[in-house]
């Protein structure tokens, strides 16, 4: 579709030069408009030049490694392109589609084409360990390829949907039928006002931590979850705790009391932390006796005043803080690992009205594809002082967010796209020269 894309937009510029102009690789490997006589004549389409300009031609991500291209560019015959040693079905199927998208795709030609796969490991399993990366060769002779792919892993699609129990804030509506089945109050402040009182954005709710019977729900709820979402991770939440919420609720300072916790900033972490262990333990429970991967919120508990309650061999810490917080450099210091979604870059709602107030919403301005493409952690990291790339390799990936207090259906793809697409070739290959390099603009 991007090529196809890339395409149509040349074909009217193609008319009206009447070929007059042409494409030649310029400075800094960028593709220049150039009169025809600068190519000795020959026709050089903008994607041909794109495709040999600069090591590692139009592929998206961009590779990283050694990278090296000819200047030969052929036209490949569709009928004859063969791929050999996909063993499993699922590789079979994969095959499948692309073929069809090249076909579809790709204007007749004459060059003979063999794609061969050398793959470790073509199981399903994907997590935070998983080694996505591959090798591609090409070999042409007397106008024939044959291209390699070496890999340690297959994914169909390398996609999996991670589910988020979010506890124990915004937990407040779809708890209320507890008292309705004898279980009391699973949750408190639920739809309280003024809401800016109890949570950070309505409508309010957190866990009720003085009901035992809330645990059971947990449980359950974890057990419907596991039945339905596969994969290696889980997200437990933990973001937004409201102290002042479980302060003016009777049930949970009588629950203090009884068990001498001062209704204090600590004593808060102490009965929010009782939570977060039987939490844990419950997920196990549920999970047949095996924790996941647990990713939670960057959060009062990940300060560092209080980072001794989370063991960093079971949490992996996904940061929404901005990029200059001194959470994140204390996180990776601790042993962490940490996927950014720091909100001054990442944030995809930002940069429109405020759906609570008036004015702009709290984390505006727009966050563009420029400033996405540019979130390097390891420029953060360095400018709070930590330089050893061992601690770098903490950060083992990134998100966009895209909350929905303002999307729909009927937007929510546009907010999301392009732009996620220049995060995911950050992490992926980690450029060095960043977006002003022109790289991405070619692709």
Known sequence: MKMLLLLLACFPALARADFAWSYKCGQDSVCQRVPLADTNGEYIPLPKCRLVCKAGGTLWPFPTGEVRIGSEVVSVNVGDFSIEAARTTRLQEAVAVFKNHFKSFTAPGEAQVKVQFQISDESSDLSLATDESYRLWIQTHNGNSIVVITALTFQVRGVRVLPELDAPAHSGNGYQWGEEEGLGKLAVCVNRDPWEKYCVEPP????????????????????????????????????????????????????????????????????????????????????????????????????????????????????????????????????????????????????????????????????????????????????????????????????????????????????????????????????????????????
């Open 204 to 443: 309010c709710g957190q866990m009720n931590l003085a009901n035992p019977n809330l645990y059971d729900v947990v449980e359950d709820i974890y057990r419907d979850m596991l039945d339905t979402f596969t994969g290696s991770a889980f997200h437990i939440g933990g973001d937004e705790v409201n102290f002042n919420c479980w302060n003016t609720t009777k049930e949970v300072t009588d629950y203090m009391d009884g068990k001498n916790i001062p209704r204090t900033e600590e004593g808060f972490m102490e009965l929010w932390n009782e939570y977060q262990e039987e939490a844990l333990a419950r997920f196990k429970k549920a999970n047949g006796g095996k924790l996941k991967d647990m990713i939670l919120w960057t959060s009062h508990m990940t300060e560092p005043e209080f980072l001794h309650y989370l063991d960093p061999s079971i949490y992996t810490v996904q940061y929404w803080e901005s990029s200059t917080n001194k959470q994140l450099p204390n996180l990776v210091k601790k042993g962490f690992q940490v996927i950014m979604s720091n909100y001054d870059d990442l944030y995809l709602d930002c940069g429109f009205g405020a759906w609570v107030g008036e004015g702009n919403n709290w984390c505006s301005p727009y966050k563009g594809w420029q400033k996405i493409y540019m979130n390097d952690p390891k420029k953060y990291l360095a400018a709070q002082g930590v330089t050893d790339p061992a601690l770098w390799s903490k950060i083992v990936g990134g998100e966009t967010a895209m909350w929905t207090e303002q999307a729909g259906d009927q937007n929510a793809m546009t907010k999301i796209f392009p732009r996620s697409y220049a995060l995911a070739e950050r992490y992926w290959s980690d450029p060095a020269t960043g977006m002003c390099n022109r790289e991405p603009y070619n692709r």
